[in-house]
């Protein structure tokens, strides 16, 4: 696909959960594509390179830490993680610094309902989690897809409707 052509997909939906010390966003994709796919497209390395926020130093389907990269145009920060548990092809966790993850995909009729768990700290942060992350999975979509966009991360972001998506999932969220 044309990169300058890509558009995000309209907001999904998500709700919160509370947790101690923070809150959890649930967020839910319906994926046009096979559990193992998507666990691929979750887990290697080459893969997350395309469409994550972040690099990672390894492959994250095993238990174990890790190191996930932050990138943001030319800096980058490295963080550390743990994966908790990793149940192919149907259940990832790990940390992320401070934040947990938790990755469910089910298998469904037209592919794989995904449902991540993003816990964080700061509730206030929710929506612009949202935002980050539904820029991601739409652009994880066009890889499996085989379209790929290449990845969007950190400020570009902005050029490609994250402010809209922020701004919706923060009304959505609200509403609760």
Same mark, same amino acid.
Request: hydrophobic content about 40%.
């Given at each position: 696909?044309?990169?300058?052509?890509?558009?995000?997909?309209?907001?999904?939906?998500?709700?919160?959960?509370?947790?101690?010390?923070?809150? *959890?966003?649930?967020?839910?994709?319906?994926?046009?594509?096979?559990?193992?796919?998507?666990?691929?497209?979750?887990?290697?390395?080459?893969?997350?390179?395309?469409?994550?926020?972040?690099?990672?130093?390894?492959?994250?389907?095993?238990?174990?830490?890790?190191?996930? *990269?932050?990138?943001?145009?030319?800096?980058?920060?490295?963080? *550390?993680?743990?994966?908790?548990?990793?149940?192919?092809?149907?259940?990832?966790?790990?940390?992320?610094?401070?934040?947990?993850?938790?990755?469910?995909?089910?298998?469904?009729?037209?592919?794989?309902?995904?449902?991540?768990?993003?816990?964080?700290?700061?509730?206030?942060?929710?929506?612009?989690?949202?935002?980050?992350?539904?820029?991601?999975?739409?652009?994880?979509?066009?890889?499996?897809?085989?379209?790929?966009?290449?990845?969007?991360?950190?400020?570009?972001?902005?050029?490609?409707?994250?402010?809209?998506?922020?701004?919706?999932?923060?009304?959505?969220?609200?509403?609760?």
């Amino acid at each position: 696909m044309d990169r300058d052509a890509f558009r995000p997909s309209p907001p999904g939906e998500v709700y919160t959960e509370h947790a101690d010390g923070g809150a *959890t966003l649930v967020f839910v994709r319906d994926l046009r594509h096979p559990p193992a796919a998507v666990w691929a497209a979750l887990t290697d390395p080459a893969q997350l390179a395309q469409w994550a926020p972040f690099l990672v130093d390894r492959d994250l389907g095993s238990p174990g830490a890790a190191v996930l *990269t932050l990138v943001d145009g030319g800096t980058s920060v490295e963080q *550390t993680a743990e994966v908790r548990r990793a149940e192919p092809p149907h259940l990832l966790e790990y940390t992320w610094g401070d934040d947990l993850l938790r990755w469910e995909l089910t298998p469904s009729d037209s592919g794989t309902r995904l449902t991540l768990r993003h816990t964080v700290a700061d509730r206030g942060a929710l929506p612009m989690v949202a935002a980050g992350w539904h820029l991601c999975l739409d652009v994880a979509d066009r890889l499996l897809d085989g379209d790929p966009v290449g990845p969007i991360r950190g400020a570009e972001a902005k050029d490609f409707g994250w402010p809209a998506l922020r701004d919706g999932y923060a009304d959505q969220l609200e509403a609760e």
